[in-house]
């Protein structure tokens, strides 16, 4: 009971967060973090202990799902060497930077755990980047990057964080078994990952062929695949984490042609939310532990070296990636003699910048166990999950606030690409319910059946000609559209005045009300979803 209360009061305080952070110049997140920051100091809040294996499993195999789910597979094929670059080789450097500036710097933290703090704020958030490049319409190119190598450096991160682990309970460490353990446990995990998703996917189908489809029944099946595909690795002894990657990019290649509309829309909404609740929660339960991280840490350093430990390990996560980046943009061109163009140095600019960490972070920091095998404390674990908000504070603040605007003023727009594809679908899309229509005509005898097929063979006729049209630009197109769009919004709206007023005053009843109602929504949705993005131009300066 105590536990349930305890949720509902996270769910209000994510609430009204979420609407304050409307008027703030930085990510949801940071909202999120610093309102649960300000929570911790009041009295009457309710002070909230942390398991670490059920933060880990609760938090952790939604949202790398979610991840792997939304990631396009043909981007991420054909982005796969920068992706892989930043998602391994970074990880790795930026693990052996800031292990080895931790264990110098922090006295007596061992070495393994060190390298364990690496590990765990090597990943970077998709959420925040997202937060920004959505809004932006930054290249498509860019975007993928940034995305796919926040769904690999999520799992090779975790994975690394693992082994360190392992390293300081065990007390050894060696680099050949490492290797060789990762590899096996890696694919292993990745093929399980890829059989649990395909096995629910091919229940699904049975159970839509036997009964037809239900939604809530897809829905539930879908919200289990995460869950399933990590334990199931985890049972095995090998890697939940690229299991349930896997599971995430199989179902999201599979679950978009397979589940019907109705199925679609109700998943995206119930995972949307489920999402945004696991987000929320995680950073204000984050900035709940502060005081309890602080008075831990406080009785063996003092508050300057707690601010120069955190300065620290932010900048050398910073500094890592930024010279990663970087290195990889010149050592190639050094050798050859030519100079990186403007382009690809503000893109690696954006994507040297765009290093924010997040909720893998704070998931991987509180799994730390609580105790060694013997029952004795794990060493260090206070200071390194101290060192890890900082980091993700830090990023947050100084990145987040910043990288729109630099993005901005590097003038960096999305390309001509997703304009040409989404006309080529449109037309080609318009083209062939024209070509079906047109198909019926024979088989439309009687005066009624021929008034409606001409009236919507008209339709498809006037859209089609609209994309067709020759010499519209693309910005005239954005403009005709968004002139649709108010057009087709002020009927829309009359349309919802004149029914839910007649409910009110009682001329129709519920059962009426209501199917019209979530009818006017869909075509209202469906007019948000078409509706063109806003030209967003490069700040002056």
Known sequence: MVAFEHTLILLLLIAFLSVIGRWLPWPQLITYLLGGVGAAFVPAFPRLELDPGFFFLCFLPPLLFADGWLMPLR???????????????????????????????????????????????????????????????????????LNGESLMNDATGLVAFKFALAAVVAGTFSLGRVTASFAFISVVGFAIGLAI???????????????????????????????????????????GVLSVVAAGLYSGWRDPVRMDVETRRTAFAVWSLLLFWLNGIAFVLLGLQFPQLLSAVSGHYTVAQLLGFTAAIAGTAILARLAWVFAGVYLPLLTSGFCAPPARRATALV????????????????????LLPDGSPFPGRDIVIFLAFGVIAVTLLLQGTTLERLIRRLGLREDDSRAQEERLARTTAVQAGLNSLRALEPAATTPEQNASLGHVVGEYEL???????????????????????????????????????????????????????????????????????????PASG
């Open 463 to 537: 859209r089609l000609a609209v994309l067709e049209a020759e010499g519209e630009t693309r910005e005239s197109a954005r403009r005709r559209r968004r002139s649709e769009h108010h057009y087709r919004s002020t009927a829309l709206a009359a349309e919802r005045h004149v029914v839910n007023d007649l409910w009110r005053r009682g001329e129709i009843a519920d059962d009426v009300h209501r199917p019209l109602q979530q009818l006017l929504d869909h075509e209202e949705s469906m007019l948000h979803a078409a509706l063109p993005a806003p030209k967003t131009e």
């Open 197 to 239: 998703a395909f096995g629910i996917g091919r229940l699904r189908d049975l159970l839509k062929r036997v009964r037809g489809s239900d939604p809530l029944v897809e829905i539930t099946l879908s919200l289990m695949t995460p869950f399933a595909a990590y334990l199931a690795a985890e049972h095995c002894g090998v890697s």
């Open 75 to 145: 981007e991420f094929v054909r982005a796969r060497r920068s992706i892989l670059a930043l998602a391994v080789g970074l990880v790795i450097f930026t693990t052996l930077a800031v292990g080895l500036v931790a264990h110098w710097l922090v006295p007596g933290l061992p070495l393994a755990l060190a390298f364990a703090l690496g590990a765990i704020v090597s990943p970077t958030d998709a959420v925040a980047v997202n937060a920004v490049t959505e809004r932006l319409r930054v290249p498509a190119r860019l975007t993928t990057i």
């Open 351 to 370: 994507i040297g910048w765009a290093g924010m960490r997040g909720t893998i972070t704070l998931a991987g920091a509180l799994s730390i166990p609580l």
